[in-house]
Structure formats: structure tokens, C-alpha cells
């Protein structure tokens, strides 16, 4: 079993920064990848970025160089941290694990367990 807790969200205006957390219970033997996707109304969920258990990382396009995905070593703890935020970011974040895909790929369909999700706001 899987579960994870998202914290960290917030309102924040444009060029601000955020931390997410998720704090992992699982099997983590189990857990291939872990991720971050986002959520805006009307539009379909989005990955943000992903690492595996060996610690590679990927992101999407729109996020590369202003976010950062970590994981401690006891890999119970996913953060994301995300800088010089536009409104475009602004959505709810979702922590996702995988214990199905070894190779992590921003596709939601690929994650298995979800956490309920924290809201980011960016204001102009």
C-alpha cells in the first residue's frame, strides 16, 4: 500500500517561489516513481516532474529550469520546489507514486496511487 499527504500550497504572486511536500508512507521497495502533476479548472491533469528510484529526474518543458524535484534518502519525503512562478502555474498539485512503470514518464495514467492534492495560486 501507498499513500502520501501533499502540504505547501498557497497563494503566491508571479515571480514568487513555493515548496511542496509529500510525505511517502509505502512499501517503498515497491515505488518505482514518484511525481508531480498539476491540475488548473477545465484543463486535464498535467505532469510536472518525475524521479525514479535511482534519482533521475525528469520535467516538463514549461517547468524545466524554475522547478526541482528532490527526494530524501530515506525516500520518504517527495518535495518540489518551484521558483519565478507565472499564473500559468497556478492549479492543484498532486503528489503521484508508480508501482507499476519503472521508466518515468509524465503521463497520470502511469501512477497508481495519488495523494488529495494541495492548491497553488500565482496572482499577476
Known amino acids: 500500500q501507498v499513500q502520501q499527504v501533499e502540504s505547501g500550497g498557497g497563494s503566491v504572486q508571479a515571480g514568487g517561489s513555493l515548496r511542496l511536500s509529500c510525505v511517502i508512507t509505502?512499501?517503498?521497495?515497491?515505488?518505482?516513481?514518484m511525481g508531480w502533476f498539476r491540475q488548473a479548472p477545465g484543463k486535464e491533469r498535467e505532469g510536472v516532474a518525475a524521479m525514479d528510484k535511482d534519482g533521475k529526474s525528469t520535467y516538463a518543458d514549461s517547468v524545466k529550469g524554475r522547478f526541482t524535484i528532490s527526494r530524501d534518502n530515506a525516500k520518504t519525503n517527495l518535495d518540489l520546489q518551484m521558483s519565478s512562478l507565472i499564473p500559468e502555474d497556478a492549479g492543484m498539485y498532486y503528489c503521484?507514486?508508480?508501482?507499476?512503470?519503472?521508466?518515468?514518464?509524465?503521463?497520470?495514467?502511469?501512477?497508481?496511487?495519488w495523494g488529495p492534492g494541495t492548491q497553488v495560486t500565482v496572482s499577476s
Open positions: 503521484a507514486a508508480s508501482t507499476t512503470h519503472a521508466i518515468c514518464r509524465l503521463s497520470a495514467q502511469r501512477y497508481n496511487y
Open positions: 509505502s512499501e517503498v521497495q515497491s515505488t518505482y516513481c
